[in-house]
């Protein structure tokens, strides 16, 4: 059973730094990709950075140079460096994994099966 748990969520102020890791278990596969997503009050859950079994990172516009995703060696940890944060990043922050090896540079929150219960994030002007 594939396990994904999200924490590190909290309350900051802009302009201010914070670092969301997920635990990951249960993927059989080594070949996945893995990433983050969020979801605001109101919109839709938008992808915002993810890995590929390579390596290769995606972000979206709406992140890139600020936020940084990164795994362990293991493998079995995802975080997520977020800098310089927004009012605009308040929301649910949601790690999900896939694992049919033929993912490759998305952030397509349909194309991810696996989802963690997520950790809030609100940013504060």
């Known amino acids: 059973q594939v396990r994904l748990v999200e924490s590190g969520g909290a309350l900051v102020q802009a302009g201010e730094s914070l670092t969301l890791t997920c635990t990951v278990s249960g993927l059989t596969s080594e070949h996945y990709a893995i990433g983050w997503f969020r979801q605001a009050p109101g919109k839709e859950r938008e992808g915002i950075a993810t890995i590929d079994i390579d390596g290769t990172t995606t972000y979206a516009d709406s992140v890139k140079g600020r936020f940084t995703i990164s795994q362990d060696n293991t493998k079995r940890t995802l975080y997520l460096q977020m800098d310089s944060l927004k009012p605009d990043d308040t929301a649910m922050y949601y790690c999900?994994?896939?694992?049919?090896?033929?993912?490759?540079?998305?952030?397509?929150?349909?194309?991810?099966?696996?989802w963690g219960q997520g950790t809030q994030v609100n940013v504060s002007s």
């Open positions: 999900a994994a896939e694992d049919s090896g033929r993912v490759r540079c998305s952030i397509d929150r349909k194309a991810f099966p696996y």
